[in-house]
Every structure is written in structure tokens, then in C-alpha cells.
């Protein structure tokens, strides 16, 4: 049984929710151009101690690593572990193989109601970009495409390859749903 080092649990921290969106929702009222990129970079940077927390988690619930677990058993796993740590319910899948989908009707970043004209779960973007791009070995890009802090009934995130995800973020800029530009990159 994994138990987390002195160290581990100095890196981890719980923050209230009311906090996180009041300091979200403060840097992105400051008229700062940067202020999304800055909440991205924040939950980048914290990526690493989430895979760790994610690896001690696991590891007090079963004896399969992380990078041992099969598709089935990861889903199950990160859905609960981010329940667990008061994130959310998320759902794992995918869109015709070429981008996987991470789907929550209550993430803990959104703030429904807020009226927010673009999907605003920035640190989420961050956060899963190095936490999933660990998991996968490579570089990953993660693109928040529907809010509940922008109306939506759930957060959706995708997840892919940079290339890919360079070419859904255009698309979508040229006016094309994100299922159709995603479907424009299955080979």
C-alpha cells in the first residue's frame, strides 16, 4: 500500500471552491489578455503533483500501476479519483478514435450561470494537458470545447495529439462544429 511521502503531501493542498472561482473569475474580469494562458500555465505546472497524488491514490485501492491499467479500469479509476477529490464527476471517451473526451455535468472549475461567452475551465485545460500527457508518454493538447459556465449542460474537454488539435481549433475559428473538425482528422 502506497502511502504519500512528507513531501507529497506538502505539495498538495485543498483550495474552497468558492476560492478558486473568485481568483478565476478576478484575473479574467482584469481586462489581461493573458489571463486564460495564466490559469493554463497554473494548472500545467501542477500536473505533475496530480499524477503523483492520482499513482498513491490508485495504489491504496489496488495493485495495478497506473501505466498497467486497460482502458475500462483507467476510466473507472480517474472518474472516481477526481470525484474523490472534490473535482467532479467525469466520463471518458472518445470521438471516432482520433481525440478522447473527457465530459462532466458538475467540474468543479465551471461556474454555471456565470454567463461566460467562451468556455472558461482554463486550469482544467492546463491540468489535464500535463496530467494526461504523462499518462500517454507524449505531448498532449487539451481543448475546452463546451461550459457549463458558458451555458452548457456539461464541461467537455478533448484531448489529442498537438497536430490534431492545432486543426480542430482552427476549423472551430472557421466556423465548423468540433465533431465535424475532429472527423476531418481521422485517417
Keep these: 500500500m502506497a502511502v504519500m511521502t512528507e513531501r507529497q503531501s506538502r505539495d498538495m493542498l485543498t483550495v474552497t471552491r468558492a476560492s478558486l472561482l473568485s481568483l478565476r473569475a478576478a484575473l479574467l474580469r482584469s481586462g489581461d489578455p493573458q489571463a486564460a494562458v495564466t490559469l493554463q500555465e497554473a494548472g500545467y505546472a501542477g500536473g505533475a503533483t496530480l499524477f503523483e497524488s492520482f499513482r498513491t491514490w490508485l495504489a491504496e485501492r489496488t495493485e495495478v500501476g497506473v501505466e498497467d491499467l486497460d482502458v475500462e479500469a483507467f476510466q473507472y479509476r480517474a472518474s472516481e479519483y477526481f470525484a474523490d477529490t472534490g473535482w467532479g464527476t467525469l466520463h471518458i471517451g472518445t470521438i471516432d478514435d482520433v481525440v478522447a473526451t473527457l465530459d462532466s455535468p458538475d467540474w468543479g472549475e465551471s461556474e454555471p450561470?456565470?454567463?461566460?461567452?467562451?468556455?472558461?475551465?482554463?486550469?482544467?485545460t492546463g491540468m489535464f494537458a500535463d496530467l494526461f500527457g504523462r499518462l500517454a508518454g507524449a505531448p498532449v493538447a487539451v481543448l475546452e470545447v463546451e461550459c457549463r459556465s458558458a451555458g452548457n449542460e456539461r464541461c467537455r474537454f478533448l484531448v489529442g495529439s498537438p497536430d490534431v488539435m492545432d486543426v480542430v481549433y482552427?476549423?472551430?475559428g472557421r466556423g465548423m462544429d468540433y465533431e465535424s473538425a475532429v472527423r476531418t482528422q481521422k485517417k
Design 170 to 172: 482552427e476549423e472551430m
Design 113 to 124: 450561470g456565470a454567463a461566460a461567452a467562451h468556455p472558461s475551465c482554463h486550469l482544467t
